[in-house]
């Protein structure tokens, strides 16, 4: 049986909501604003080790819209001095004329989303092609971003840094 990874915010409380759609087949990790570090060995080690004796099959990055840390990142309510949240400014600095400027507060909160999501996506990707030197790791990563308010999962079927499609 091929498991599930699901790489999550450890405050957003969507495990029941994955496990509802997904399935009990679903194994938890989770990272701060559900954004994946590139520079974090003992996530790399954690992964790898949940990854070889769960038998993960597919692995997820998902975010929660409503998540505590992309809104005050948004509103500029968060402090610099939390070290986890800088990379989640960044991304907001980096595309805010590109995917934020004009739009409401729901939209910016659902673009910030995905953007956390992708961007764990194409790093979870990096560090999985490292790590398949050493075993047999599977490389297939997907992309999940979800509402409890709204009651939706959407899967982003295309990772690409300007252009995201969405379906189920």
């Known amino acids: 049986m091929n498991n599930r990874l699901f790489i999550v915010c450890p405050f957003s409380n969507i495990e029941n909501m994955l496990i509802k759609h997904f399935g009990h087949d679903s194994v938890f990790l989770s990272v701060p604003a559900g954004l994946v570090s590139a520079t974090d060995v003992n996530f790399q080690e954690d992964l790898k080790g ?57 939209q910016q909160t659902l673009k910030m989303a995905e953007l956390v999501v992708e961007q764990s996506v194409e790093i979870l990707q990096s560090i999985l092609l490292s790590i398949q030197v050493e075993s047999s790791l599977p490389a297939r990563v997907r992309g999940i971003v979800l509402s409890k308010e709204a009651g939706f999962i959407k899967e982003m079927k295309k990772m690409n840094r300007y252009k995201i499609a969405y379906g189920l």
């Open 50 to 106: 949940i990854v070889a004796r769960n038998n993960i099959g597919e692995i997820f990055v998902a975010n929660e819209v409503s998540n505590s840390f992309i809104i005050s990142v948004l509103n500029e309510t968060y402090k610099r001095d939390i070290r986890f949240l800088n990379p989640v400014a960044d991304l907001k600095e980096e595309f805010w004329l590109e995917r934020f400027a004009g739009l409401t507060t729901k």
